[in-house]
T-cell receptor
Framework: DAGVIQSPRHEVTEMGQEVTLRCKPI?????LFWYRQTMMRGLELLIY????????DSGMPEDRFSAKMPNASFSTLKIQPSEPRDSAVYFC????????????FGSGTRLTVV | AQTVTQSQPEMSVQEAETVTLSCTYD???????LFWYKQPPSRQMILVIR??????QNATENRFSVNFQKAAKSFSLKISDSQLGDTAMYFC??????????????FGTGTLLAVQP
């Protein structure tokens, strides 16, 4: 199993540009999560999906952020327009529906907005 | 709402020694799960160990073990025979039991552990 795959690993963009982060969850996992990690706020849950349906997006900071999961093997997190305060590491994670299993995380995307 | 508190921002231990990282949590739930994640400099989040709240026996994974005190809402991680590769940020995390909106992992602020040669 290749694990949770995120791309790109690093992204540097100018303020005002659109940024798209991508995630491929582990096959067979029913849940997909997007987290943001910053020094100031730690790990924050932005949104999560169950069977491709968004369940809770209360952590999405504002309308500039959007996430989609068009199928079971792909999700995107989009920021438009990007701002310097969006600079962070963005993690995607997935898990199975049953049991006490924790999440399996991707290796994250480090986003820098200049 | 559930909260997870890690009161030790940084810790240091000598190689081959034992170290314990503290974690407390607050919840009114009776069914939940607790986790420790490790984040080395590579930034990959790695699951170290997990504990089901209904199990009284403390979880153990090789050199890693927990001390789960349900009444005190405490979940500490003990690392025995510390190795240089254990140098990382360690996060304690809570998840409510199965059912409904129970799949959120709530993280503490982390403890940065440095293993000294």
């Amino acid at each position: 199993d290749a694990g949770v795959i995120q791309s790109p690993r690093h992204e540097v963009t100018e303020m005002g540009q659109e940024v798209t982060l991508r995630c491929k969850p582990i096959s067979g996992h029913d849940y997909l999560f997007w987290y943001r990690q910053t020094m100031m706020r730690g790990l924050e849950l932005l949104i999560y999906f169950n069977n491709n349906v968004p369940i809770d997006d209360s952590g999405m900071p504002e309308d500039r952020f959007s996430a989609k999961m068009p199928n079971a093997s792909f999700s995107t997190l989009k920021i438009q327009p990007s701002e310097p305060r969006d600079s962070a590491v963005y993690f995607c994670a997935s898990r199975r529906d049953r049991g006490s299993y924790g999440y399996t995380f991707g290796s994250g995307t480090r986003l820098t907005v200049v | 709402a559930q909260t997870v508190t890690q009161s030790q921002p940084e810790m240091s231990v000598q190689e081959a020694e034992t170290v314990t990282l503290s974690c407390t949590y607050d919840t009114s739930e009776s069914n939940y799960y607790l986790f420790w994640y490790k984040q080395p400099p590579s930034r990959q989040m790695i699951l170290v160990i997990r504990q089901e709240a209904y199990k009284q026996q403390n979880a153990t994974e090789n050199r890693f073990s927990v001390n789960f005190q349900k009444a005190a809402k405490s979940f500490s991680l003990k690392i025995s025979d510390s190795q240089l590769g254990d140098t990382a940020m360690y996060f304690c995390a809570f998840m409510k039991g199965y059912g409904g909106a129970t799949n959120k992992l709530i993280f503490g602020t982390g403890t940065l552990l440095a293993v000294q040669p």
